[in-house]
């Protein structure tokens, strides 16, 4: 089964921040990586750590888009 939304959560050790990207769009682009899409939005692939997931929100924290140390 195709997931109808995906999510990329990114952690970026240079700003030590967390994000949260809606890529439903652009996860099934064969010609678009995720590498791309990370740089795109001004992240260091070398400095940061990603993952993709169907899961809206992260221990029911409604719509988290960033967090700050």
Request: aromatic letters at 18%.
């Amino acid at each position: 089964m195709i997931p109808e939304n995906m999510y990329m959560w990114v952690l970026d050790f240079e700003d030590g921040t967390v994000h949260k990207y809606d890529v439903s769009e652009v996860f099934w682009d064969d010609d678009y990586g995720h590498e791309d899409f990370l740089s795109d939005n001004g992240h260091s692939a070398s400095n940061c750590e990603w993952m993709l997931t169907e899961a809206f929100d992260y221990n029911g924290v409604a719509n988290p888009i960033t967090f700050t140390n």
